[in-house]
C-alpha cells in the first residue's frame, strides 16, 4: 500500500462492488482510489469522512440520457448528482437533415464545457440511409454505439430493414453495437390509427390514454425484439436493446445469450416501479415509449434482472413540455427520471427482496461500465480505479414529489411515493460532487469517456 498521507479518506462503511461487501475504508490518492481494506491509517489525511452505518457505491452510471429536451447537458448532470450518478452516457441524435459528426462535435463540446459528471456518448441516427456514411468518422472519434429506430414510421424516424442490417454489417466490421429501439412500427402505427378513428374513440377527449397500451401491445415489442437479434445473428454484430418492458420478450433474449451471442439488455426504473394505471392517473405526463406495462411484466422485469438476462437499468430521462389538457396524441414522448434512478430501483428492488445489494451494484454500475467499455476505470471501487463514490444512506426515507425534483420538467411519475434509503455524498474522482444536499461540482473539468467493445459482463 502507497504510505502517503490520503487526500480523502471515508472510514467505517460498508463497500459494495459488483462481486460482494465488505466493512472497509476507502482511501484516494488524488483523483483515484489507492486502498480499500479495514482500519486504514488516518495519520495526516487530507479529509476523513466516517460513514459508519452507510454503505459506499461505486459512482452510478446512467447509460440513456437526453439531453436535449427540457434538460440541457448541465441540467441533465446537476439532476443526475442529486440522486447518486456520477457518470453519463449522452445520446447524440442527427435528426433528418442532420451531419451526424457534426451533431457529436456539438455534443462533445457542450459536455466537456458544461457538464459536471463525466461521460460518454452514443450516437442515434433518424435518417440512416444517409447518416449511415458517418459511422467510420464518429467510431473514430471514440463513439462506437449507434442507436436507431424500428418504430415511429409517422415521424419519419424509422430505420428500415435494409439499413438496420447495413448499419450492422459496418459495426461489426468496425468492432462497434448497434442500439435498437424495437417497436413493430408499421403496426403500432395502423393500431393508433384504428384507436383514434373507431367509434368508442371519436368523442373522447383524450382517446389515445384509453388505447395507448392497446396501440402499442407487448406482442410488437417482442416481435421486434426478436428480428433485431435475428438481424444482429446474421451479422455477428454486438446488440443493446434499451428501454424493455415486457415478460414476453425476455425469452427471445435469454435464448440469444445462451447460444452465446452478444446481447445484452436494458430495463428502466419506471417501468419496474410503476404500471399502465398511471397513464389514467397522470394523462400525457405518463407517456412514453415504449409505454408502462402491467403489474405482471412489471414482475418478469425484476426476474429478468436477477436472473442476469436484463444487465442493466438506466432511466431514458427525456424531460418534455406537455399539455396535459391537450390532445393526448399530439403530446410528446419521455418523462424526467434521472433523479430517482438509484432511490427507486434500491427501494423497489433491495427493500423488497428482489435483487441483492450487489446485484444492485452491478446492473447500475459495473455492467454498464463493462458493456460500455469503462471497466475498471468506472464501475467499482478497486486500487486504481476513478474513485467516483457514493456514500448512502439505507435508513433514510425520502418523499418524492413534483416539488424537491430538480429537473425542468417540474414534475415526477413517483409524486408522493416514499422510498427507503438515498444518497447522502458523492465523489467524481476524489472531489465532492453532492455535498450536504446540494451540488457542489462545477461546469467543466469533466472528462469524456471513449466507449470500447464489452468484456466479462456479469450476468
Known amino acids: 500500500m502507497d ?10 462503511g460498508i463497500v459494495v462492488t459488483g462481486a460482494g461487501m465488505r466493512r472497509a475504508d476507502v482511501g484516494v490518492h488524488g483523483e483515484t482510489i489507492a486502498a480499500v481494506e479495514a482500519d486504514l491509517p488516518r495519520q495526516n489525511a487530507q479529509d476523513v469522512i466516517d460513514v459508519t452505518g452507510k454503505y459506499v457505491f461505486p ?17 441533465c448532470a446537476r439532476v443526475a448528482a442529486y440522486g447518486g450518478t456520477t457518470t453519463l452516457l449522452y445520446y447524440a441524435y442527427a435528426r ?10 456539438e455534443m462533445l463540446e457542450d459536455g466537456l464545457a458544461n457538464g459536471l459528471l463525466d461521460f460518454g456518448l452514443h450516437a442515434g441516427m433518424f435518417e440512416a440511409p444517409r447518416q449511415l456514411e458517418d459511422i467510420p468518422q464518429v467510431f473514430e472519434m471514440g463513439i462506437r454505439t449507434f442507436k436507431f429506430f424500428m418504430p415511429y414510421i409517422k415521424q419519419g424516424w424509422t430505420t428500415d430493414d435494409y439499413h438496420l442490417i447495413k448499419a450492422m454489417d459496418m459495426l461489426a466490421d468496425l468492432g462497434g453495437m448497434a442500439m435498437v429501439h424495437a417497436e413493430n412500427g408499421g403496426a403500432i402505427d395502423y393500431m393508433e390509427d384504428k384507436y383514434l378513428t373507431g367509434p368508442d374513440a371519436a368523442d373522447k377527449k383524450h382517446p389515445l390514454a384509453k388505447y395507448f397500451n392497446a396501440s402499442r401491445p407487448a406482442a410488437m415489442e417482442e416481435e421486434a425484439i426478436f428480428r433485431a437479434i435475428r438481424m444482429a445473428e446474421v451479422m455477428d454484430c454486438p446488440l443493446y436493446i434499451p428501454h424493455n418492458t415486457t415478460r414476453r420478450a425476455i425469452r427471445h433474449i435469454r435464448e440469444a445469450q445462451a447460444a452465446g451471442m452478444p446481447v445484452y439488455a436494458e430495463t428502466c426504473p419506471q417501468y419496474l416501479t410503476l404500471t399502465q394505471d398511471v397513464i389514467e392517473e397522470r394523462g400525457a405526463l405518463a407517456k412514453i415509449g415504449p409505454p408502462i406495462r402491467t403489474a405482471e411484466d412489471r414482475e418478469g ?37 434521472i433523479e430517482t434512478l438509484l432511490p ?47 456514500v ?3 435508513n433514510r426515507t425520502f418523499t418524492i414529489t413534483d416539488e424537491n425534483q430538480h429537473s425542468n420538467a417540474g414534475y415526477s411519475l413517483y409524486d408522493g411515493r416514499t422510498v427507503l434509503g438515498w444518497p447522502e455524498m458523492t465523489f467524481q474522482r476524489g472531489h465532492r460532487v453532492l455535498w450536504q444536499g446540494e451540488i457542489v461540482a462545477q461546469p467543466g473539468g469533466v472528462q469524456f469517456l471513449p466507449t470500447l467493445r464489452a468484456k466479462g459482463i456479469r450476468g
Open 344 to 390: 427507486l430501483v434500491y427501494d423497489g428492488g433491495v427493500n423488497t427482496g428482489k435483487i441483492s445489494t450487489v446485484r444492485l451494484v452491478q446492473v447500475l454500475c459495473e455492467n454498464p461500465a463493462r458493456i460500455f467499455g469503462l471497466y475498471p476505470q468506472k464501475g467499482t471501487i478497486a486500487v486504481g480505479s476513478d474513485a467516483d463514490l457514493v
Open 3 to 12: 504510505n502517503r498521507p490520503f487526500d480523502l479518506l471515508l472510514t467505517g
Open 96 to 105: 433528418t437533415g442532420d451531419n451526424l459528426v457534426q451533431k457529436v462535435e
Open 392 to 394: 448512502f444512506d439505507p
Open 301 to 337: 422485469l425484476w426476474d429478468a434482472l436477477a436472473e442476469g438476462v436484463i444487465q442493466v437499468v438506466a432511466t431514458d430521462h427525456a424531460p418534455k413540455d406537455k399539455d396535459v389538457d391537450g390532445d393526448f396524441i399530439e403530446q410528446p414522448f419521455g418523462s424526467p427520471q
Open 59 to 75: 459512482g452510478i452510471i446512467d447509460v440513456h440520457v437526453h439531453p436535449v429536451y427540457l434538460d440541457s447537458v448541465q441540467d
